[in-house]
Nanobody
Framework: VQLQASGGGLVQPGGSLRLSCAASGSIFKINVMGWYRQAPGKQRDMVATITSGGSTTYADSVKGRFTISRDNAKNTVYLQMNSLKPEDTAVYSC?????????WGKGTQVTVSS
């Protein structure tokens, strides 16, 4: 399973970005897809996850600002990030739990700065 993320970049505080991550390869069933982030000098933390049935979980710090969604037909997960804050600056990585394994994509940098 390969994961390809896109959509990171530089944005001003209060701005928005949308991340996408597509899974490809020999996949029978994807159970969970999600986003994690790691800021410099900090551990990697969960941002949001979504199951194949559409159940979502969010970190408290992003509730009400970020929305995770997925297109099961395209094996793609999205993260809509609104009202971005400087503390959201991090490398964002997508993850999937599929066919009994856990797979990670290469991260994409999100920088929130004026």
């Amino acid at each position: 399973v390969q994961l390809q993320a896109s959509g990171g970049g530089l944005v001003q505080p209060g701005g928005s970005l949308r991340l996408s991550c597509a899974a490809s390869g020999s996949i029978f069933k994807i159970n969970v897809m999600g986003w994690y982030r790691q800021a410099p000098g900090k551990q990697r933390d969960m941002v949001a996850t979504i199951t194949s049935g559409g159940s979502t979980t969010y970190a408290d710090s992003v509730k009400g600002r970020f929305t995770i969604s997925r297109d099961n037909a395209k094996n793609t997960v999205y993260l809509q990030m609104n009202s971005l804050k400087p503390e959201d600056t991090a490398v964002y990585s997508c993850m999937t739990r599929a066919d009994g394994g856990v797979y990670w994509g290469k991260g994409t940098q999100v920088t929130v700065s004026s």
